[in-house]
Structure formats: C-alpha cells, structure tokens
C-alpha cells in the first residue's frame, strides 16, 4: 500500500487552463503539505493543514487553492495556469506539528505547462 | 528567517570513495535537522534526522552526519559509496516551532561512478 499517493503522476496542459492534483495519505498523520520542487530541484513549502485547518500558507499566488476534506486528503487546485507553475508538486504528511515529525512525501506529480 | 545552503551543487566519486556533503544553517534557536535522499524518478526518503542528544546520528544504508552547533552544520558522510548512492541529497532543518515547517537546502546531485 502507497502511504503518501498523488494523482496524476504527470499532467501536461496549456497556459489559461485549471487543474486539480489530489493527495491521499493512509498513514493516519494529522498534518498534510504541499511542496513545490522547481527545475532546479529546489524544494519549497506550499501549505500545510493540520486536522482540516490550514497553519502554514506561504506567499504563494492566490490561483493556488488548497483543500482539505479530511485529514486524509489534501488537494490543490490551480486557477489560470501559467508557465512558471511548471514544476514536480510534492505531497507529504507528518504524525505531529511542533518539528517532532519526519515528513512523509508521495511520489509527486509532475505538471507542464505549454 | 532560516536558511539552509548547501555548498556541493554536483559530486562525483567513484565507487568505494568517502563522501561528505556540506550542510550549513542559519538560525540561533532550538533546530531539527534532516537529510532527505531522492533516488531518480522517486520521492524523498528521509535518511536520517537530528533532534537532540548524540550530534552524531547514523542513519540508514550507511549514512551518518555530525551535528556541530558552534558551524552551525550538519555535514552528512559515508565511508565507503555505491553505485546506488547516486541520487540528490537535501539538507533540511525546522524550528521545532507549532507548524513543523521544513526548510530544504537546494540539493547535492551525487553520481557515483561504478
């Protein structure tokens, strides 16, 4: 069983468009992320939820939507795409807040837009 | 507002040979400390972390880094590497503050040439 899945893997669309990644996490962690890994690998954090209620939210473009149904499930939504959202998105969960968790991620979906 | 940089941006060693990737932070509180390993076309696996007591953490596959607070480092080494030690190395610290935040270094591509 994939603790950490996101779909879709890849996603390849054109600049206006919106699109969906979902993320399911089966471990029973409290806390969900979103990280955005650019070109050049670099890693940065998106958003986090803890139990449904967003506690981080990076400067991040409001065409970025996040949603959390569960504390299963964490969502992301993006309105508009432009082509510098092109990137590998990268889901993760955590047993705690408070530094205390290592984080598990899922295997990313990687998006390209044209 | 922390940071983390990594110094190696790209290593190459050939099989056998000790590794040490460079691992600096910034910040003057409390910290925990991880180094997450990215195989090819896979996720991020957590390697190993520090959170206190022994600076001296061993991690999995052989992996140990040295958490020295007076450089404000966390270098990570292995003594001997493999051919499937190729992959991307990141650094990551948190504040151990209420929202887990981690912030990752840029990343240490290692080629390890059989």
């Known amino acids: 069983d994939t603790a950490v899945s996101q779909t879709p893997k890849y996603l390849v669309t054109q600049m206006g468009n919106d699109k969906s990644i979902k993320c399911e996490q089966n471990l029973g962690h409290d806390t969900m992320y979103w990280y955005k890994q650019d070109s050049k690998k670099f890693l940065k954090i998106m958003f986090s939820y803890n139990n449904k209620e967003l506690i981080i939210n990076e400067t991040v473009p409001n065409r970025f939507s996040p949603k959390s149904p569960d504390k299963a499930h964490l969502n992301l939504h993006i309105n508009s795409l432009e082509l510098g959202d092109s990137a590998v998105y990268f889901c993760?969960?955590?047993?705690?807040?408070?530094?205390?968790?290592?984080?598990?991620f899922g295997e990313g979906s990687r998006l390209t837009v044209l | 507002a922390q940071s983390v940089s990594q110094h190696n941006h790209h290593v190459i060693l050939s099989e056998a040979a000790s590794l040490e990737l460079g691992c600096n932070y910034s910040y003057g509180g409390t910290v925990n400390l991880f180094w997450y390993v990215q195989y090819p076309g896979q996720h991020l696996q957590l390697l190993l972390k520090y959170f206190s007591g022994d600076p001296l953490v061993k991690g999995i596959k052989g992996f140990e880094a040295e958490f020295i607070k007076s450089k404000f480092s966390f270098n990570l080494r292995k003594p001997s590497v493999q051919w499937s030690d190729t992959a991307e190395y990141f650094c990551a610290v948190n504040d151990g503050g209420a929202t887990n935040k981690l912030i990752f270094g840029t990343g240490t591509l290692l080629a390890v040439q059989p």
């Open positions: 993760a969960s955590s047993q705690a807040t408070g530094g205390a968790g290592e984080l598990f």
